[in-house]
């Protein structure tokens, strides 16, 4: 089945309120293997949205459209879809009760406008709204339909959970499983890997980027709910194979839940000493529920004098290699893991810029060290951040590597790209 997306809403081409509802259709969507073709979003304007409806509706099966059912005159979603899809549209009583009921209850009184929201499809048929005033619509013309939904987000999610997506779940005449694979890189650089995994009808997969990451989503259709899942596990592990560690994890939500989990399930606790990230790693990290039992110390350490201070860098150390640099990272994580009592902890120093460049530092350079207190070994590496340019892209990134540092190391996994020390190593070493 292929559908397209269509939001409604002056509001929307202006600007006024952000488009949260096409990010989360066209996910639910994708999840139950529904092709989405094209997004739209159109003005309150009957014209354009009847040749948008008349052009979607040949060339998809199922158009999905949030807005447009509002009691005022320019709310004229469903009876311009009815018009394109043969349809007419009637008085409903109960309906009209349930708005009344509505109205009631918080003390208002409805406009004589409002009767347009009791207005339902004659030939499809209503879509219940427990959770506002307006019913949606759902239209049929051959093998073409329309569902409408609401455009306030919370009422639009409800109606598709309860509603909508049963309903798309019966059309389909098959089971749907779906399973998220979270991918540390970029999209070019996984796809260029795993290209060929996604050409397969099904199970299907998709690729979403994000900052440093990416998520590939697997989904199976299949005649059960057994047999849709070991599809979609079976694609899975094609791509892990393929990925190798650089797939941290399934159906998580972000690194962090991975990383306190690693943490947990091996009885270990980390500790963050961190400068230009300014504790954003020890923020991801008490995001996660439960993260108290293992991570208790989180050191923000922007000045030189807190890092002296809190961490027991040397000033010399400081002086001789600058702040921005790999003896003094090193030296911030092992500073942490002493402090804080952790088996591990990370030290980040860097240039997030705009300005502070340094000879041979440019804005971007970051220093990430991992101390493993049990072994008395660490990871030093130094990034390149400064392509992003943007000061939030660079500190995000870096606090990234960082959360990855801290999984390998619990897990005992490799630190690509990483230079070994121990607190004795000479610092010159460290200057890379």
Not at 94 to 119: S, V
Not at 243 to 266: F, K, N, Q, S, W
Not at 272 to 286: K, N, P, W
Not at 297 to 322: D, P, S
Request: aromatic share 6%; net charge negative; proline share 5%.
């Amino acid at each position: 089945m292929t559908a397209e997306i269509i939001c409604v809403g002056t509001e929307l081409l202006l600007g006024d309120i952000v488009n949260t509802n096409a990010q989360f259709l066209s996910r639910e969507l994708a999840e139950l293997g529904i092709s989405v073709l094209h997004q739209h979003v159109i003005g309150d304007n009957p014209d354009r949205l009847r040749a948008l409806v008349l052009q979607a509706k040949q060339r998809s099966d199922l158009l999905v459209f949030s807005g447009g059912l509002g009691p005022t005159e320019d709310d004229l979603t469903k009876e311009t879809v009815a018009e394109a899809f043969g349809d007419t549209l009637q008085f409903d009583e109960a309906e009209w009760q349930k708005i009344l009921d509505f109205f009631a209850r918080t003390n208002r009184r409805p406009t004589p406008n409002n009767r347009k929201q009791a207005m339902v499809p004659t030939k499809g048929h209503k879509v219940l709204n427990d959770h506002g005033t307006a019913p949606g619509a759902w239209f049929e013309d051959g093998a073409h339909c329309a569902v409408l939904m609401p455009g306030v987000p919370r009422e639009m999610k409800a109606m598709w959970a309860e509603q909508v997506r049963p309903l798309l779940e019966q059309r389909q005449n098959c089971t749907i499983h779906s399973r998220t694979l979270r991918v540390l890189g970029g999209e070019s650089a996984i796809a260029s890997k795993v290209g060929a995994l996604f050409e397969s009808a099904n199970p299907t997969a998709a690729i979403y980027c994000k900052t440093g990451e990416c998520e590939i989503r697997v989904t199976a259709r299949a005649a059960n709910a057994a047999e849709a899942e070991a599809a979609c596990n079976a694609r899975l592990a094609q791509f892990k194979d393929i990925l190798g560690d650089a797939a941290y994890d399934i159906d998580v939500p972000a690194l962090e839940y991975t990383v306190v989990r690693a943490l947990r399930e091996r009885g270990l606790h980390a500790a963050t000493a961190e400068s230009c990230t300014g504790g954003m790693v020890a923020e991801r990290l008490t995001n996660v529920p439960g993260s108290s039992e293992v991570f208790g110390f989180g050191f923000v350490t922007y000045a030189e004098a807190a890092k002296q201070q809190m961490l027991g860098v040397a000033a010399e150390t400081i002086e001789h290699y600058h702040v921005v640099s790999g003896p003094v990272a090193a030296a911030m994580a092992f500073g942490a893991a002493k402090a804080s009592g952790a088996e591990l902890a990370v030290g980040i120093t860097g240039l997030a810029g705009p300005g502070g460049a340094l000879p041979g530092k440019p804005v971007g350079t970051v220093y990430l060290a991992g101390a493993d207190a049990r072994t008395g070994h660490g990871f030093l590496m130094r990034l390149t951040l400064g392509g992003y340019r943007e000061r939030s892209v660079i500190r995000t990134r870096a606090a990234l590597y960082a959360l990855d540092l801290l999984r390998r190391m619990a897990l005992g996994l490799p630190v690509p790209d990483a230079t070994p020390f121990t607190p004795e190593t000479d610092a010159d070493t460290l200057d890379i």
